[in-house]
């Protein structure tokens, strides 16, 4: 889940070990129909998926507000191939409109409060082309993942660009939908220690429905899980792909 705190370009370098594909990933590669798209990637970071999206053809622009994350994007292979704009959701200001937007790795929990909910999916839903679709997770908070986010659960050891790092996860506090945790950096050549503290907010499902409704995306399939199945009261996560009611472009 990219965030302001990886512009050091340390962390930035280790994101992509952290936060390898997964299930998500195919999930979100197996959105675009066969015709080619209009891809926005909102909160892309390293850019990993952007890329991937590019090397199957479609235009894409990666958009991230760290600019640390974004020099790891331009860099990997692929990344000529995408425009990488450095911005936050509700800043956004361009002139194309997306056949999909996409906003990944539980970015969308780090817009805390109910006016940057808005602002950013208003935003979004502006840069949408008509019968486009935007599509985001946020983690179920009735799972309470966040419990397993502990020093003797998630201890691990990650070695990219040569850097190598002992990182854990800790709790901070719980406060209603509000989670702050840190992020433990111990780096292997120089014994210092960085500590990124973040918080997320863990919405309801019917809360997440009512912002999308408030921006014009009513049209709304939930699903529960990155194999498709529907949303449900256990699942661990709250998939949106919103539409609005205009009809799709034909070209």
Not at 118 to 144: D, I, K, M
Not at 203 to 223: D, I, K, P, S
Request: net charge negative.
């Amino acid at each position: 889940m990219p965030s302001v705190s990886y512009a050091d370009p340390r962390l930035a370098a280790l994101y992509d070990a952290l936060n390898p594909p997964d299930a998500s990933t195919a999930f979100y590669l197996g959105l675009p129909g066969p015709p080619l798209a209009r891809i926005l990637d909102m909160g892309c970071g390293t850019g990993q998926l952007a890329c991937e999206f590019a090397a199957k053809g479609h235009d894409v622009t990666g958009a991230d507000p760290a600019a640390a994350m974004l020099d790891v994007a331009r860099a990997r292979p692929g990344g000529d191939r995408v425009r990488w704009i450095q911005a936050d959701a509700a800043g956004l200001a361009l002139d194309t409109r997306f056949d999909l937007i996409i906003m990944t790795g539980h970015v969308f929990q780090l817009l805390l409060g109910d006016r940057d909910v808005r602002a950013a999916l208003q935003s979004l839903a502006r840069h949408l082309a008509p019968g486009g679709q935007l599509v985001f997770e946020t983690r179920n908070p009735a799972v309470r993942e966040w419990q397993d986010w502990n020093p003797r659960d998630t201890r691990q050891r990650v070695e990219a660009h040569g850097l190598v790092a002992e990182v854990h996860y800790d709790i901070s506090a719980v406060a209603g939908e509000l989670v702050t945790y840190e992020i433990w950096f111990r780096f292997a050549d120089t014994g210092d220690t960085v500590v990124v503290p973040d918080t997320l907010r863990f919405m309801e499902q019917a809360e997440v429905a009512a912002f999308l409704a408030e921006a014009g995306l009513a049209r709304v399939t939930w699903h529960g899980d990155w194999d498709g199945s529907p949303y449900g009261p256990a699942s661990p996560e709250i998939i949106a792909v919103a539409s609005g009611d205009r009809p799709a472009r034909r070209d």
